[in-house]
Nanobody, 127 residues
Framework: QVQLVESGGGLVQAGDSLRLSCAAS????????TGWFRQAPGKEREFVAA????????LYTDSVKGRFTISRDNAKNTVYLQMNSLKPEDTAVYYC????????????????????WGQGTQVTVSS
């Protein structure tokens, strides 16, 4: 079992930056990819970014490429999502999720592959 806790959300203006953190505890000795997803009111949860255990493979949805950066520090069991040039359409609850994987360089955008989820952190971007 892996427990995940997100932090770093808040209310910002368009063009501002935020850094989200996802702290893992529990069975963190195993390889796992980590993804960030978001869910806006009335919409389905969608993929934002993912990073492999080795950090050698990163994925982004098109709408955040060039603005968001995912990274991880395995010594601290923490994954980060640096969000720059935020837009009102980035407003959502952001969730991190863990996908246990045998392969250290594996990452996926498929929500169904993620076994463990955090409780989410709210990001609100005003125009």
């Amino acid at each position: 079992q892996v427990q995940l806790v997100e932090s770093g959300g808040g209310l910002v203006q368009a063009g501002d930056s935020l850094r989200l953190s996802c702290a893992a505890s529990g069975r963190t000795s195993s390889n796992y990819a980590t993804g960030w997803f978001r869910q806006a009111p009335g919409k389905e949860r969608e993929f934002v970014a993912a990073i492999s255990w080795s950090a050698g493979n990163t994925l982004y949805t098109d709408s955040v490429k060039g603005r968001f950066t995912i990274s991880r520090d395995n010594a601290k069991n923490t994954v980060y999502l640096q969000m720059n040039s935020l837009k009102p359409e980035d407003t959502a609850v952001y969730y991190c999720a863990a996908d246990p994987s045998f392969y250290s360089d594996y990452a996926t955008s498929r929500i169904s592959e993620y076994d463990y989820w955090g409780q989410g952190t709210q990001v609100t971007v005003s125009s």
